[in-house]
T-cell receptor, first 115, second 118 residues
């Protein structure tokens, strides 16, 4: 069975600095997707970034980028130039090769941004 | 982009009543919808997978008679919490996946329903 592990329950970062959130996963599949979701206090799930397992290039979305290490089954999220609005819960998620597959979420990392 | 509407956003009701939560995909057809439950400061826990026109698949430990799921069309799935009790109070989130013909699209989440049972 697939598992997703986030070992950092809470992280803090100074405004304008860079922070990296860790995620590891376990699967025997070769084709899958990985995601980072942001959940602010409103509890809305906001897609931050996604990575297709077959792509070697790390995904980037503006200030957000990932370090995808397929062999190591690691998928970390780097937030550059942190902003106060980045404060939220961040969930790493794994899913199969189509939208019919269920998501498996990590336990989450609460990110605090200090002014 | 794809939008999923979840209704109601917040409901308070007395113990013993049944509560229905709707999840609609507004601008695409979803062959599969998922229902999650989230306790405070915890992660999302998958309750069941709902496929249009067929019975839902429930995760281990989820009571299918307590949490009734119906997915009668490609744009609507409902979760009914039957005879709700205070321990059923939680945040419920739906998501819709597999826009027809686009198998590699991510799921789209509703905004969630906060259920409080008195």
């Amino acid at each position: 069975a697939q598992t997703v592990t986030q070992s950092q329950p809470e992280m803090s970062v100074q405004e304008a600095e860079t922070v990296t959130l860790s995620c590891t996963y376990d699967t025997s599949e070769s084709d899958y997707y990985l995601f980072w979701y942001k959940q602010p206090p409103s509890r809305q799930m906001i897609l931050v970034i996604r990575q297709e397992a077959y792509k070697q290039q790390n995904a980037t979305e503006n200030r957000f980028s990932v370090n995808f290490q397929k062999a190591a089954k690691s998928f970390s999220l780097k937030i550059s130039d942190s902003q106060l609005g980045d404060a939220a819960m961040y969930f790493c998620a794994y899913t199969g090769p189509s939208g019919t597959y269920k998501y498996i979420f990590g336990t989450g990392t609460r990110l605090k941004v200090l002014a | 982009g794809a939008v999923v509407s979840q209704h109601p956003s917040w409901v308070i009701c007395k113990s013993g009543t049944s509560v229905k939560i709707e999840c609609r995909s507004l601008d695409f057809q979803a062959t599969t919808m998922f229902w999650y439950r989230q306790f405070p400061k915890q992660s999302l826990m998958l309750m069941a997978t709902s496929n249009e026109g067929s019975k839902a698949t429930y995760e281990q430990g989820v009571e299918k008679d307590k949490f009734l799921i119906n997915h009668a069309s490609l744009t609507l799935s409902t979760l009914t919490v039957t005879s709700a009790h205070p321990e059923d109070s939680s945040f419920y989130i739906c998501s819709a996946g597999a826009q027809a013909g686009y198998s590699n699209q991510p799921q789209h989440f509703g905004d969630g329903t906060r259920l409080s049972i008195l």
